[in-house]
Structure formats: structure tokens, C-alpha cells
């Protein structure tokens, strides 16, 4: 999940900061061909994609789920993004361009500082939506080594006994990290919040 959020946000930044200030062909039609990917329900993409894992030898790998976590958090992650970053001033782009800033110089010294909170909230939907997924981890691992927590806890029930203690214990364990990492983001998002409010 943290590897995942972390590819995603860069590929999210890059191709949302592209959608909503950089003008070429089709960028509409592009944006909401992204858009409808993300509108497949999971079930739909389970068997293509278990094909598809398992030609390239990644079943049962981390690897493998980290692909495909990747390629279903994207599209939700570009179009909540390009609709944040539109609404950067463009005065404050020309600035910088006047100063002599290229492009990336510009979105990484510029734009993502500004949208440091709107980024820390797409990366709190991207890590719980890895973090939680049960359908795809499901499909890609079937064996105890490969399995996330989320199938590991459903394991845990049979059709003569529930481990309940063991559940609850794991399900604990489970949401620690999550909930570390919303502590983490929402500081920045806090930040983020007030900033400029005092200024006159």
C-alpha cells in the first residue's frame, strides 16, 4: 500500500497537473476515458486481470498486487487531482515563468507545494483503498505467504468455528498503520487549511 500511494501520487500530480493547466488535443475525451476506467466495477476486471498476472508469473507476489493496486488507483487519483489544481492561480505560474522556471521546475517548486493538502487527502484515499482492498488480494494470492490482512482475517472463519480473539487482535494490528498514516497527512492538510489565515 505505501509503495503503491507513492507511484500513484507521482503519476497522479504529473498527469493531473497536465489535464488542468496544459492545453493539447483531446484532453477532455482523455480525462473522462480515465474517468470511465475508474467507473468499472472491480468484479468485471477480476478474471482479465487474474489472466493477465498470472501470464506475467506474478501471482502470489507482492509485485503483482502492487501493479494492479497501482493501475485501479490512478484514474481516481489523476481526475481528483486536475480538478484541485485548476483552481491554482495562473498568475502565480506566469510569475515564476517570467523568473525563468521550466515547466517541472514550476509544478514542483510551485503547484505542489500549494497543494500539499488537496495531494495529502488523494494519498489518504489511495492508501485505505490498498490498504483495505479484499476482492483483488483475494483473486492474485492463494497462498498463506502472499495473502494481505483483510484475507487473512476472512481465513479465519469456517463453517465450525469463528477466532474471534484472533480477529480482533489482527483487525487491531490491522488499522494501526492507517491510522498512523492519516495522522501523518492530516497535519499537512491541516497546514494546509491555515495557511494565509492570519495575513490581512
Excluded at 507476489?61 to 481526475?79: D, E
Excluded at 498463506?144 to 487473512?152: I, L, N, Q, S
Aim: charged share 10%.
Amino acid at each position: 500500500a505505501s509503495v503503491t500511494t507513492v507511484v500513484v501520487m507521482v503519476l497522479a500530480v504529473l498527469a493531473g497537473y497536465s489535464f488542468a493547466k496544459i492545453v493539447f488535443p483531446f484532453r477532455t475525451s482523455l480525462l473522462l476515458l480515465i474517468l470511465s476506467l475508474r467507473m468499472l466495477p472491480v468484479i468485471v476486471m477480476m478474471v482479465p486481470t487474474y489472466i493477465l498476472v498470472q501470464r506475467l508469473g506474478l501471482v502470489n507476489t507482492v509485485w503483482g498486487l502492487m501493479i494492479v493496486y497501482t493501475a485501479l488507483q490512478v484514474p481516481f487519483a489523476v481526475w481528483l487531482l486536475s480538478v484541485f489544481l485548476q483552481d491554482i492561480a495562473g498568475e502565480l505560474e506566469d510569475a515564476a515563468r517570467v523568473d525563468g522556471c521550466s515547466r517541472l521546475g514550476l509544478l514542483f517548486r510551485i503547484v505542489v507545494p500549494l497543494a500539499a493538502p488537496q495531494i495529502a487527502v488523494v494519498s489518504i484515499f489511495v492508501f485505505l483503498g490498498c490498504w483495505n482492498d479484499f476482492s483483488m488480494a483475494l483473486v492474485l494470492t492463494t497462498t498463506e505467504a502472499a495473502r494481505t490482512m483483510p484475507v487473512a482475517l476472512a481465513g479465519e472463519q469456517s463453517s465450525y468455528e469463528i477466532r474471534w480473539g484472533l480477529m480482533t487482535a489482527a483487525a487491531i494490528v490491522h488499522s494501526v498503520p492507517a491510522i498512523l498514516f492519516i495522522l501523518f497527512a492530516q497535519r499537512y492538510i491541516v497546514s494546509g487549511m491555515t495557511l494565509g489565515a492570519m495575513k490581512g
